[in-house]
C-alpha cells in the first residue's frame, strides 16, 4: 500500500496560481506512475494530469493544457501540480493517485491509491 497525502490546496482569485504537492510512502516511489484528478460539487471525478515514473513522460487533460505543469521529485517521494492561470471552473477538491508501473495513465480505475484530496477553490 502507498500512502498520499496532498497539501497546497486553498481560495485563489481567478488568474492566480497554487501548488500542489502529494507526499507518497509505504512503496518505492520511483517505482509508481502518478496522477492528479478531481472532483467538482455534483460532478464525476476526471483526470488532471499524469506522470510516469521517470518523470520523462506527462499527459494533461485538454482543459489543463498550457496552464497546469506535473512534475515530481522521486528524491523527495513527492510529485506536484503546478496550476497558472486559474479558473472558476477549476474549482474541486484535488487528488492525487498513484499505480505500480512505468506509464502514465489517464483511466481513474487504474489507479489503486488513493489520498485524501485537498480543496481548491477559484473566486471570479
Known amino acids: 500500500q502507498v500512502q498520499l497525502v496532498e497539501s497546497g490546496g486553498g481560495l485563489v482569485q481567478a488568474g492566480g496560481s497554487l501548488r500542489l504537492s502529494c507526499a507518497a510512502s509505504g512503496r518505492t516511489f520511483r517505482s509508481l506512475a502518478m496522477g492528479w484528478f478531481r472532483q467538482a460539487p455534483g460532478k464525476e471525478r476526471e483526470f488532471v494530469a499524469a506522470?510516469?515514473?521517470?518523470?520523462?513522460?506527462?499527459d494533461l487533460a485538454d482543459s489543463v493544457k498550457g496552464r497546469f505543469t506535473i512534475s515530481r521529485d522521486n528524491a523527495k517521494s513527492t510529485v506536484f501540480l503546478q496550476m497558472n492561470s486559474l479558473k472558476p471552473e477549476d474549482t474541486a477538491v484535488y487528488y492525487c493517485?498513484?499505480?505500480?508501473?512505468?506509464?502514465?495513465?489517464?483511466?481513474?480505475?487504474?489507479?489503486?491509491?488513493w489520498g485524501q484530496g485537498t480543496q481548491v477553490t477559484v473566486s471570479s
Open positions: 493517485a498513484a499505480v505500480s508501473g512505468p506509464f502514465e495513465r489517464r483511466r481513474r480505475e487504474d489507479y489503486d491509491n
Open positions: 506522470i510516469s515514473w521517470t518523470g520523462g513522460s506527462t
